[in-house]
């Protein structure tokens, strides 16, 4: 558990605690700003995540439709329900997970 706890401490905890030194330092002792441009750069970070996970959501919104007909039309068989869905993400470049 320590060696959990040291890694949580070296690889996430120091980095965004010097992070919020260095920003604090840099623009003139407010830590109010600095709170701010912390968020804005994390979210930055992370906006590759954001669009792709945006993008898949939609994806599967829009195929929705077709996976309930899929459902309906093999009620009873589970394996022919599975080999059609995978199908169907593989048709339109669906990553389900």
């Not at 919020?20 to 002792?29: A, E, N, Q, R, T």
């Not at 993008?55 to 009620?75: D, F, V």
């Amino acid at each position: 558990m320590e060696l959990l706890s040291a890694a949580w401490d070296l690889l996430i905890f120091k980095p965004m605690l010097n992070g919020l030194i260095l920003i604090y330092k840099g623009l003139f002792s407010n830590f109010g700003i600095t709170i701010i441009v912390f968020t804005v750069i994390i979210r930055l970070l992370i906006l590759p995540l954001t669009m792709r996970q945006l993008h898949a959501s939609k994806a599967m919104t829009s195929i929705q439709p077709k996976l309930q007909e899929l459902q309906r039309r093999y009620k009873g068989d589970r394996q022919k329900i599975s080999q059609e869905t995978m199908r169907l993400y593989k048709e339109h470049g669906v990553n389900p997970m």
